[in-house]
């Protein structure tokens, strides 16, 4: 893949979310003593992918933490990382520290689960798909660090999610299981910014 200077510009915010979003998430008893609630370094994560895709959705799209409702109200989907959807939602819960939004089925576009880290994809993952997959069109993958030494095991990941039926995956970084070593994958999250651009 071929970056351009407007990919280079993602490149960087890259380099920024993942500053913004380590230190939370290397807070755990296997990396070091742990400091932050797992549903606190998730929403850190979460949150922090919100607000990169609201700098990039087109006009009409917006991305929020929620769930998927019907027509008449009724709760459809578990609770949602991130869901991309048109227009206006049904219902907002708002205040100084949180947003979470109820948008209609017919409106929502994407659901992403963000996660900490993927080292395999678990019985809880296909759960999530199967209990979400008649909520929205499309569901996808993204993990702050992949435990992947080699990006050949990163597309094994990749295959993998889509057997169990996510549609796309990504990651902020690599790491070798073995010596906790971090690579940088520009060109993936790069994909992930252009087909956020050209949602419709």
């Keep these: 893949m071929t970056l351009t200077r407007a990919d280079a510009v993602i490149a960087q ?3 920024e979310l993942i500053a913004k ?3 939370h998430a290397l807070s755990t008893p296997s990396l070091g003593t742990p400091t932050f609630h797992d549903f606190v370094k998730g929403l850190v994560l979460s949150t922090s992918i919100i607000e990169l895709i609201d700098r990039h959705i087109p006009n009409g799209y917006r991305a929020d933490w929620g769930q998927v409702i019907d027509q008449t109200g009724n709760i459809l989907s578990r609770e949602c990382d991130i869901i991309i959807y048109r227009g206006k939602p049904d219902k907002v819960i708002e205040n100084r520290c949180m947003r979470y939004v109820l948008a209609h089925k017919q409106h929502a576009k994407i659901v ?4 900490s880290a993927i080292e395999s994809v678990t019985g809880d993952d296909r759960i999530y798909f199967r209990d979400m997959r008649r909520s929205v069109p499309q569901l996808w993958y ?13 597309e094994s990941l990749r295959r993998d999610l889509w057997k169990a039926g996510y549609r796309r995956f990504f990651y902020l970084y690599r790491k070798d299981p073995d010596t906790a070593d971090r690579d940088i994958d520009y060109d993936q999250f790069v994909r ?8 419709k």
């Design 192 to 199: 992930f910014v252009r087909l956020i651009k050209k949602i």
């Design 21 to 23: 979003c380590t230190p």
């Design 112 to 115: 992403i689960q963000a996660r």
């Design 142 to 154: 993204i993990a702050e660090c992949c435990w992947a030494r080699s990006k050949a095991r990163a």
């Design 13 to 15: 915010e890259l380099d």
